[in-house]
């Protein structure tokens, strides 16, 4: 299953399938992204980061790509499982300035 | 082993009523920030903090303060609470302000305004 964060809001995959979620930043500046991870009534939990002079990164089941050309984030769950269900956020962050810019959210459903 | 704490977990207030908010942190790091979240959108800064020099966003409220006694701790202070301000309050730390690293969140303050 596929989502843009801006117009899909919900991403409703199967158990055990692929997930890409998708976000589009806004600051060409920006060098450093990260992906959090909420689930429902807590704070937002890392999942992965990437700086702007890479273009892929892999975690333990996660994958993030980065297309500065066209300011576009992915984030790649394998065999996602239950337990990933939660709203995705990716954030940008605006030079040096340690702010966060975050994006609208994905929320992430997974059916049994 | 909790790295961010934030207290109380839940609150509830009355209109007008001032309520601060509390955070620590056991990382040591330079920086430490306030998010407000309300249902469904993203995490909005409010301000941050970097050691003690004191950073308001530009559209952050006046009914909003901030005080950071030491390194620990961070507290966020709403003067005159209106319903408006009943959100999920998110405080994170970053050890430096460049970005090379990731703020850290704590579990956040859930606010009511009554």
């Known amino acids: 299953g596929e989502s843009v964060g801006l117009h899909l809001p919900t991403l409703s995959v199967q158990e055990g399938d692929n997930s890409i979620i998708n976000c589009a930043y806004s600051?060409?500046?920006?060098?450093?992204f990260i992906w959090y991870k909420q689930e429902s009534g807590k704070g937002p939990q890392f999942i992965i980061d990437?700086?702007?002079?890479?273009d892929k990164r892999q975690g333990q089941r996660v994958t993030v790509l980065l297309n500065k050309t066209v300011k576009h984030l992915s984030l790649q769950i394998a065999a996602t499982q239950p337990g990933d269900s939660a709203v995705y956020f990716c954030?940008?962050?605006?030079?040096?300035?340690?702010?966060?810019?975050f994006g609208q959210g994905t929320t992430l459903q997974v059916k049994p | 082993d909790a790295m961010v704490i934030q207290n109380p977990r839940y609150q509830v207030t009355q209109f007008g009523k001032p309520v601060t908010l509390s955070c620590s942190q056991t990382?040591?790091?330079?920086?430490m920030y306030w998010y407000q979240q309300k249902s469904s959108q993203a995490p909005k800064l409010l301000f941050h903090?970097?050691?003690?020099?004191?950073?308001n966003e530009a559209d952050t409220p006046d009914n909003f303060q901030s005080r950071r006694p030491n390194t620990s701790f961070c507290f966020l202070d709403i003067r005159s609470p209106g319903l408006g301000d009943a959100a999920m309050y998110l405080c994170?730390?970053?050890?430096?302000?460049?970005?090379?690293?990731?703020?850290?969140f704590g579990p956040g303050t859930r606010l009511t305004v009554l």
């Open positions: 903090y970097y050691d003690k020099d004191f950073n």
């Open positions: 600051n060409s500046a920006s060098d450093y």
């Open positions: 990382l040591n790091h330079n920086v």
């Open positions: 954030a940008e962050n605006a030079g040096n300035t340690g702010k966060l810019i």
């Open positions: 990437i700086r702007s002079n890479m």
């Open positions: 994170a730390t970053s050890r430096d302000l460049a970005g090379d690293g990731e703020q850290f």
